[in-house]
């Protein structure tokens, strides 16, 4: 009758020829439609995938912070280590007020956007930004899993739902 046709009427899986199901339901699949980061506590959680592919990507331990109600926005333009583009994917910049970390982002290129988080009346932004305050940032060099402070072009005050052009973050 045809290719796609099998010779039982008991076929588990009718509209596929070849009887193979993957993990996410396609017929012949490979896993690619459900598949990403599966663990809870990785930055890029998926939270509709079934398969771990591997992808889990982990914010550095000095660059925890909670979210507040109350943040600006700091796209950095360029991002160096010595005169060495920081590597998109792998490395991180981190946004401070004095030793308390109240943003951070991985590295994605030019225009990357480091949120600072501010004091909004509850106990878990303690010691994040107020107005006026102006972040300090520190990049996280994976290849060498360590933290140095950073210079930055920044200098304006930190003020809620503000949106920063900073031209650098270099060590």
């Known amino acids: 009758p045809g290719g796609n046709w099998v010779s039982n009427n ?86 401070f007020k004095g030793d308390v970390c109240v943003g951070a982002r991985e590295w994605s290129g030019q225009f990357t956007d480091v949120p600072a988080m501010g004091y909004d009346g509850f106990d878990f932004t303690d010691g994040y930004m107020s107005s006026g305050d102006i972040p300090t940032f520190m990049i996280y060099d994976a290849s060498a899993d360590a933290y140095y402070p950073a210079e930055t072009s920044l200098t304006e005050g930190w003020a809620a739902y503000g949106i920063y052009n900073v031209e650098f973050v270099n060590v």
Do not use: R
């Not at 459900?34 to 000095?62: H, K, L, R």
């Not at 909670?66 to 994917?89: H, K, M, P, R």
């Open 10 to 95: 008991d076929d588990l899986y009718p509209n596929c020829s070849s009887n193979f199901i993957d993990a996410c339901g396609e017929c012949d699949g490979d896993n690619s439609s459900c598949s990403g980061c599966t663990d809870m506590i990785a930055a890029n959680y998926c939270e509709e995938c079934i398969v771990d592919d591997g992808s889990c990507i982990y914010v550095p331990d000095q660059f925890s912070f909670n979210q507040s109600t109350e943040q600006a926005f700091y796209f950095v333009l360029d991002a160096n280590i010595d005169g060495e583009t920081l590597v998109e994917g792998e490395d991180w910049i981190g946004a």
